[in-house]
């Protein structure tokens, strides 16, 4: 998989991709991620990329010549599955997804700022939109970190335990179960007996319930899902 994010804040998504896993996956050439300046495809002498928006108003739109340009230059180097938008209107981010589009082969991702983007490059260029939450950030540059991370991780050979990614919480739309470590008594707050026991059989149905009955207090709206 290869992931294309366009951004005026590049810095902004350098740390995210250098560290654990993302880091790892990278270095084993399981995803390519290519941060790309769009600055550098800015417009005059000062490389402008924004402007005042017609009709008035504050705050600057993100201009489309710019965009057109960094898009164009990568739909010529490589076919995309999708040129994703990242703007809190977009559709809700979730775990479905995310298993959809760890599918996909090459991604690109726009990260919206200021009052957001030209709605032509919308129109024209993007086939989809994505908003991480019911909440406004400052740029689309740590939702397109969030929505990465969440794909990258399902990429195959990403986690060292493959199964660990089906037991997350939300991958069968419940809430994963309480876990515990050594030591077994820590200051006198004990770890539950059955998962001492030995007992693989009890311990499953034990994290089964235990995930069940988390949903049912915490996100109910989970259960009544398809
Ligand atoms: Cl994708 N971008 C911005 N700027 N704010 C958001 C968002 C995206 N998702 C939720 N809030």
């Not at 290869?2 to 995210?16: A, C, G």
């Not at 739109?61 to 990568?74: A, F």
């Not at 090459?106 to 086939?127: A, P, Q, S, W």
Request: aromatic content about 8%.
């Amino acid at each position: 998989m290869r992931i294309d994010i366009i951004s005026v804040v590049p810095h902004l998504l350098e740390s995210p991709f250098s560290h654990s896993i993302l880091k790892r996956a990278i270095e084993k050439g399981l995803v390519e991620v290519v941060v790309h300046n769009l600055r550098e495809y800015g417009l005059g002498k000062h490389r402008i990329t924004d402007d005042y928006q017609f009709g008035g108003g504050a705050g600057m739109v993100m201009m489309i010549e710019p965009i057109d340009r960094c898009i164009s230059k990568l739909k010529s180097e490589r076919n995309y599955d999708e040129i994703i938008y990242m703007t809190p209107d977009g559709e809700r981010f979730n775990q479905k997804m995310a298993n959809q589009l760890s599918l996909k082969g090459n991604l690109i991702m726009l990260c919206g700022h200021y009052k957001g983007v030209d709605e032509r490059v919308r129109e024209h260029f993007i086939t989809k939109e994505i908003s991480i939450g019911d909440y406004v950030l400052s740029g689309g540059e740590l939702a397109a970190a969030v929505v990465s991370d969440a794909i990258i991780r399902l990429l195959p050979g990403v986690l060292s335990d493959e199964t660990s990614a089906l037991t997350d919480s939300f991958q069968d739309n419940f809430l994963a179960p309480p876990v515990y470590t050594r030591p077994e008594d820590y200051n006198g707050w004990q770890v539950p007996e059955i998962l001492l026991s030995g007992d693989h059989k009890k311990i499953d149905n034990w994290r089964f319930e235990q995930s069940l009955e988390r949903t049912k207090i915490r996100r109910p709206d989970l259960l009544n899902h398809e």
